[in-house]
């Protein structure tokens, strides 16, 4: 994969593709800018390697039928003018873009073509700049005409952030401080199949948790009574069962319905009674799964043990996030819900590497390989 050091940009105009898919309030603020943030390394050191100009392009959310002001970047454009120290000019359409230290493109979605990897939409990307830098980990596992299609039309290189996030997920499986620990939860078996042959195949231990764990409990006969339960899932999680490396909760708390204020329940053991839902792992996996991680040379996490965002539902991932900061290891977060559990609890700079991109390094640890990343190759 070529990197900034293999792209003289002194003097050129540079595009670059940046993830600045936030998430906004109700009143369009931003709650969250660690994408905005991750980007300034690379933002930075093609300025300071005397880059004629940037332009910035990026999206936001999954806008239908053009133009929407619901999803313009302006709230990243500001935020990103308050970081960098600098005017950030907003260009409303490709046609329109003018001279500028640093000038962001509205949201590429907008544009007819872009899901679609169009290649008349990607020359008009590269009509834009003398040199391409993908910077967007995050979207890398799409083939779209700002990640992909553009790439081939001009000199191109991975930004810093997107090296290091393949570098260091790669080296997971690679060449990791051993015992590699793998904590795996979520909604669905179905959706992290691939992860967890992979980390069943190169880990010491599979540690899992969320919803996902129930079709392995069913599989084994025992009561799921409301939980969630992914009925595509039994018959993978029933081939994953003899795994000597897996690792399932032991016990649960329980509630009536899925809500913050619902009656609750410890469960001594897994089966869960008619009318009542699983939706945290108990007290004796949480310090089984800290004990394990705490022991570990490399960990990777991600997805939830449970419903976190609901407080009654919360100790297990806080006991599996609390173990990642305290631990020694290597600890490797892979975006989505495990980072926001991790800013939830106020422990985002306590791991060894945070992802930007959930699907992407999902897809990464499966040995997929990433549109984004191979176009730069």
Same mark, same amino acid.
């Given at each position: 994969?070529?990197?900034?050091?293999?792209?003289?940009?002194?003097?050129?105009?540079?595009?670059?593709?940046?993830?600045?898919?936030? @998430?906004?309030?109700?009143?369009? &603020?931003?709650?969250?800018?660690?994408? $905005?943030?991750?980007?300034?390394?690379?933002?930075?050191?093609?300025?300071?390697?005397?880059?004629?100009?940037?332009?910035?392009?990026?999206?936001?959310?999954?806008?239908?039928?053009?133009?929407?002001?619901?999803?313009?970047?302006?709230?990243?454009?500001?935020?990103?003018?308050?970081?960098?120290?600098?005017?950030?000019?907003?260009? !409303?359409?490709?046609?329109?873009?003018?001279?500028?230290?640093?000038?962001?493109? =509205?949201?590429?979605?907008?544009?007819?073509? #872009?899901?679609?990897?169009?290649?008349?939409?990607?020359?008009?990307?590269?009509?834009?700049?003398?040199?391409?830098? &993908?910077? +967007?980990?995050?979207?890398?596992?799409?083939?779209?005409?700002?990640? =992909?299609?553009?790439?081939?039309?001009?000199?191109?290189?991975?930004?810093?952030?997107?090296?290091?996030?393949?570098?260091?997920? &790669?080296?997971?499986? #690679?060449?990791?401080?051993? !015992?590699?620990?793998?904590?795996?939860?979520?909604?669905?078996?179905?959706?992290?199949?691939?992860?967890?042959?992979?980390?069943?195949?190169?880990?010491?231990?599979?540690? $899992?948790?969320?919803?996902?764990?129930?079709?392995?409990?069913?599989?084994?006969?025992?009561?799921?009574?409301?939980?969630?339960?992914? =009925?595509?899932?039994?018959?993978?999680?029933?081939?994953?069962?003899?795994?000597?490396?897996?690792?399932?909760?032991?016990?649960?708390? +329980? *509630?009536?319905?899925?809500?913050?204020?619902?009656?609750?329940?410890?469960?001594?053991?897994?089966?869960? @009674?008619?009318?009542?839902?699983?939706?945290?792992?108990? !007290?004796?996996?949480?310090?089984?799964?800290?004990? $394990?991680?705490?022991?570990?040379?490399?960990?990777?996490? &991600?997805?939830?043990?449970?419903?976190?965002?609901? =407080?009654?539902?919360?100790?297990?991932?806080?006991?599996? +996030?609390?173990?990642?900061?305290?631990?020694?290891?290597?600890?490797?977060? *892979?975006?989505?819900?495990?980072?926001?559990?991790?800013?939830?609890?106020?422990?985002?700079?306590?791991?060894?590497?945070?992802?930007?991109?959930?699907?992407?390094?999902? #897809?990464?640890?499966?040995?997929? #390989?990433?549109?984004?990343?191979?176009?730069?190759?």
């Amino acid at each position: 994969m070529r990197t900034l050091d293999d792209l003289d940009v002194a003097g050129k105009r540079v595009l670059v593709r940046v993830d600045f898919n936030v @998430p906004l309030d109700d009143d369009r &603020n931003i709650t969250d800018d660690a994408r $905005i943030q991750a980007a300034l390394p690379t933002l930075k050191e093609l300025r300071e390697k005397g880059a004629s100009g940037l332009v910035l392009l990026a999206h936001l959310g999954r806008p239908k039928g053009g133009p929407d002001p619901k999803f313009s970047l302006k709230p990243a454009a500001d935020r990103l003018a308050e970081l960098l120290g600098t005017d950030v000019a907003l260009a !409303p359409d490709l046609d329109d873009v003018p001279a500028g230290d640093v000038v962001m493109v =509205e949201n590429v979605r907008f544009f007819e073509g #872009e899901t679609k990897n169009s290649e008349d939409l990607a020359r008009r990307y590269a009509a834009l700049a003398d040199v391409y830098v &993908n910077d +967007a980990f995050g979207a890398a596992h799409r083939a779209h005409a700002s990640t =992909e299609a553009v790439a081939h039309l001009l000199p191109s290189a991975a930004g810093r952030l997107l090296e290091r996030e393949v570098t260091t997920l &790669n080296g997971i499986l #690679e060449d990791p401080k051993r !015992p590699l620990v793998a904590v795996v939860g979520g909604a669905k078996v179905t959706d992290k199949i691939g992860v967890l042959e992979a980390f069943l195949e190169q880990a010491d231990t599979v540690l $899992i948790g969320g919803a996902m764990c129930f079709p392995f409990f069913k599989a084994q006969g025992h009561e799921v009574g409301a939980s969630l339960c992914e =009925e595509e899932g039994l018959e993978p999680a029933k081939a994953l069962l003899g795994n000597e490396k897996l690792e399932l909760p032991s016990d649960l708390v +329980a *509630g009536r319905a899925f809500s913050a204020d619902t009656e609750v329940q410890p469960l001594d053991g897994i089966d869960v @009674p008619e009318g009542w839902m699983g939706l945290d792992v108990g !007290p004796g996996t949480a310090e089984r799964y800290g004990s $394990i991680i705490a022991a570990a040379g490399t960990v990777f996490w &991600n997805g939830p043990m449970g419903a976190f965002e609901l =407080e009654p539902f919360a100790a297990g991932t806080k006991a599996v +996030a609390e173990a990642m900061a305290a631990t020694d290891a290597t600890t490797v977060v *892979g975006g989505g819900d495990s980072a926001a559990a991790l800013a939830q609890f106020g422990l985002a700079d306590r791991v060894s590497h945070l992802s930007t991109g959930g699907g992407a390094s999902l #897809e990464l640890i499966e040995g997929k #390989e990433l549109p984004g990343v191979k176009a730069l190759s």
